[in-house]
């Protein structure tokens, strides 16, 4: 009974350091940046990427929300600061879509293929591009078409998320091991 409470004591200590340590990794891959306009390019839907594949969705989703709780709260986390306004200014809509987008990738599977492992990423990045546009959109006002906001938002990105992706995409097997020891 006493070796059962100590492993999920053990196993509960893991999961926090890894939250933690998730949070931090996020905080410090929105500072890696390139301003393009509204939206910086950033290593952000990289880390998100990576945590999801090597904590699964539950603990990866865990960490997103404790890193946007960080910079609601004040903390300088983000591109360019904190606090509540930036999660309804122009990034806003991308950083909710960063939950979407670990749950997703949390679920890929050990043994999935490299091609399937590719369009998952694929898949996963694009909750985050949907919701940013859309509070893009708003934020630019609705008035706007939508080719206008596309074009500020996400066309400037897709070529580095590719990128993102097919190094996520042939370190796949190596991440995905991780998994085994959180």
Same mark, same amino acid.
């Given at each position: 009974?006493?070796? +059962?409470?100590?492993?999920?004591?053990?196993? &509960?200590?893991?999961?926090?350091?890894?939250?933690? =340590?998730?949070?931090?990794?996020?905080? &410090?891959?929105?500072?890696? @940046?390139?301003?393009?306009?509204?939206?910086?390019?950033?290593? @952000?839907?990289?880390?998100?990427? =990576?945590?999801?594949?090597?904590?699964?969705?539950?603990?990866?989703?865990?960490?997103?929300?404790?890193?946007?709780?960080?910079?609601? +709260?004040?903390?300088?986390?983000?591109?360019?600061?904190?606090?509540?306004? #930036?999660? *309804?200014?122009?990034?806003?809509?991308?950083?909710?879509?960063?939950?979407?987008?670990?749950?997703?990738?949390?679920? +890929?599977?050990?043994?999935?293929?490299?091609?399937?492992?590719?369009?998952?990423?694929?898949?996963?990045?694009?909750?985050?591009?949907?919701?940013?546009?859309?509070?893009?959109?708003?934020?630019?006002?609705?008035?706007?078409?939508?080719?206008? *906001?596309?074009? *500020?938002?996400? @066309?400037?990105?897709?070529?580095?998320?590719? #990128?993102? +992706?097919?190094?996520?995409?042939?370190?796949?097997? @190596?991440?995905?091991?991780?998994?085994?020891?959180?």
């Amino acid at each position: 009974m006493h070796v +059962i409470e100590v492993s999920n004591n053990f196993k &509960i200590i893991k999961s926090v350091v890894a939250v933690i =340590f998730g949070s931090v990794l996020l905080a &410090i891959s929105s500072k890696i @940046q390139t301003p393009f306009t509204l939206v910086p390019a950033t290593m @952000q839907t990289f880390v998100v990427l =990576f945590l999801g594949m090597v904590l699964g969705y539950k603990l990866a989703a865990t960490t997103v929300i404790l890193y946007l709780i960080e910079g609601s +709260i004040g903390l300088p986390v983000f591109a360019k600061g904190g606090g509540f306004a #930036y999660l *309804v200014g122009p990034t806003g809509g991308y950083l909710i879509g960063f939950v979407l987008t670990a749950l997703f990738v949390g679920m +890929i599977k050990i043994k999935n293929d490299p091609i399937v492992i590719f369009i998952y990423l694929l898949f996963s990045v694009s909750a985050t591009y949907i919701l940013g546009l859309l509070g893009l959109w708003n934020y630019m006002g609705l008035d706007k078409n939508f080719n206008e *906001v596309f074009l *500020v938002g996400a @066309q400037p990105f897709l070529l580095i998320e590719i #990128y993102k +992706i097919l190094i996520l995409t042939v370190l796949s097997k @190596q991440i995905l091991k991780f998994r085994k020891f959180i």
